[in-house]
């Protein structure tokens, strides 16, 4: 899993398959073209510029990029109609989630996460029993390779304005989790930036205030659903206060 409360994020960009790139490349044209809905300049959209930032740190074609953000503003028509969708849930051991997306059929996208869900003794919450279990943090991963150790990476990221910081693996190489208040990651991008630093991925997300641990046959099955979800076409973000 990437980081220690959402799945997939660094999966999603560097999956090297072409079949891969081309479900990463989809989702992230949907989620291009839904932020485009509020203005099509990106110096005056913020949700545009995190969007076409994801794109371009997925190595997103500016075609796909220009293309995506026409269907948003109505000056490209293919005859779908976007919407975001935001689900709470419980999954395996108990665990919390939420899942987000976007869709052109609100009813088809329920009932699929409904089916994945159920498959693996999950089940789908109110709204507001489980997302006051999180908090909105700015989620930035950096390779450990930028430092000869670790201590000097996490003190340059503190210097960049870090509120938390986590290493997780992720494929064999290792990772800084940055943590940030939402409305300082652009702030912290030009931080690091500043001290040469790139990180591997960049968004707003949602981040467990607490994790719990599940038994190794819940976590398998929570990994197995992870990857059904993560799999379907509507699912753009998962979260989770799963422990890894």
């Not at 005056?44 to 293309?67: F, G, S, V, W």
Request: net charge negative; with cysteine; aromatic share 6%.
């Amino acid at each position: 899993m990437s980081g220690h409360s959402h799945w997939a994020g660094i999966k999603h960009k560097k999956g090297a398959a072409d079949v891969q790139r081309g479900k990463v490349f989809s989702k992230l044209s949907r989620l291009i073209s839904v932020a485009a809905k509020e203005g099509p300049n990106p110096d005056m959209n913020p949700k545009l510029k995190q969007a076409i930032d994801e794109a371009r740190e997925a190595n997103m074609p500016k075609d796909n990029i220009e293309k995506a953000i026409k269907k948003g503003t109505g000056e490209l028509l293919d005859g779908q109609v976007l919407e975001e969708i935001s689900y709470e849930a419980f999954g395996p051991g108990g665990i919390a989630l939420i899942v987000e997306g976007i869709t052109d059929n609100k009813n088809r996208a329920l009932a699929e996460v409904k089916q994945i869900l159920n498959k693996y003794n999950g089940k789908m919450a109110n709204e507001g029993s489980v997302r006051w279990l999180f908090e909105k943090r700015g989620i930035l991963a950096l390779p450990s390779k930028y430092a000869s150790k670790k201590e000097e990476l996490e003190l340059k990221a503190i210097e960049a304005g870090a509120l938390d910081l986590n290493w997780y693996e992720e494929e064999g190489e290792s990772y800084l989790e940055i943590l940030c208040e939402p409305e300082k990651l652009e702030g912290m991008k030009k931080g690091l930036r500043e001290q040469n630093l790139e990180w591997e991925t960049a968004n707003l997300g949602w981040i467990a205030k607490e994790e719990i641990i599940v038994p190794e046959n819940e976590l398998n099955a929570c990994r197995k659903m992870f990857e059904e979800l993560d799999e379907n076409e509507a699912v753009q973000n998962i979260y989770s206060n799963l422990k890894n």
